[in-house]
């Protein structure tokens, strides 16, 4: 067991477990700060996603800069339970942890409900194309959708638009915003 350090907001420098799981590999400090900072350091009254959450390090960041809830999605129960863990030792009160099948849950959740939408699945899975449709729905307009892949991504759907995207190592982080058609 390792653990990943919350690189900003009000936990900065806390420490979250990190499991010794086949296909868990944290977010790199690297592409956590250049997300955040696409973003902008403060995300007080944003509710965020952050499915396929794992150890947790991006739905923490995104609470720690002030997100009012953070939903996190994890299939694997050890995980949840150190998500859960993790959420009581930082009294993160606007931290829930759902155990069960992302794309499910997505599935059933109400449209636009989310200002931020985080998808980090396995790098040897083949979910990034249904987390990415399944997620699509729930981004609010002028909201966010972020994806972390092994490969870049040209995927494109109405709503979206490309804003960034970053390679770093074998991470290929990406960013879009979901717009107005009508505006642009």
Same mark, same amino acid.
């Given at each position: 067991? %390792?653990?990943?350090?919350? *690189?900003?907001?009000?936990?900065?420098?806390?420490?979250?477990?990190?499991?010794?799981?086949?296909?868990?590999? =944290?977010? =790199?400090?690297?592409?956590?700060?250049?997300?955040?900072?696409?973003?902008?350091? +403060?995300?007080?009254?944003?509710?965020?996603? +952050?499915?396929?959450?794992?150890?947790?390090?991006? %739905?923490?960041?995104?609470?720690?800069?002030?997100?009012?809830?953070?939903?996190?999605?994890?299939?694997? =129960?050890?995980?949840?339970?150190?998500?859960? %863990?993790?959420?009581?030792?930082?009294?993160?009160?606007?931290?829930?942890?759902?155990? %069960? +099948?992302?794309?499910?849950?997505?599935?059933?959740?109400?449209?636009?409900?989310?200002?931020?939408?985080?998808?980090?699945?396995?790098? +040897?899975? =083949?979910?990034?194309?249904?987390?990415?449709?399944?997620? *699509?729905?729930?981004?609010?307009?002028?909201?966010?959708?972020?994806?972390?892949?092994?490969?870049?991504?040209?995927?494109?759907?109405?709503?979206?638009?490309?804003?960034?995207?970053?390679?770093?190592?074998?991470?290929?982080?990406?960013?879009?915003?979901?717009?107005?058609?009508?505006?642009?």
């Amino acid at each position: 067991m %390792g653990d990943v350090r919350l *690189i900003g907001g009000q936990w900065k420098r806390s420490k979250l477990p990190v499991a010794d799981r086949p296909g868990l590999r =944290p977010t =790199p400090d690297r592409v956590r700060e250049t997300l955040f900072n696409w973003l902008g350091q +403060d995300l007080s009254d944003w509710q965020v996603l +952050d499915a396929f959450a794992g150890s947790g390090a991006l %739905g923490f960041e995104a609470a720690s800069r002030g997100a009012c809830r953070v939903v996190m999605l994890e299939a694997d =129960p050890a995980l949840a339970r150190s998500l859960l %863990g993790s959420a009581q030792r930082l009294h993160a009160a606007m931290v829930t942890v759902h155990h %069960g +099948d992302a794309l499910a849950w997505m599935g059933r959740c109400a449209a636009r409900s989310f200002d931020l939408v985080l998808l980090d699945p396995p790098f +040897d899975s =083949p979910l990034f194309e249904p987390a990415w449709q399944a997620a *699509i729905p729930l981004v609010r307009e002028g909201g966010w959708l972020y994806l972390e892949a092994p490969a870049q991504w040209a995927l494109e759907a109405a709503g979206l638009r490309l804003h960034r995207h970053l390679r770093a190592g074998a991470v290929h982080a990406h960013l879009w915003k979901c717009v107005n058609e009508s505006a642009t």
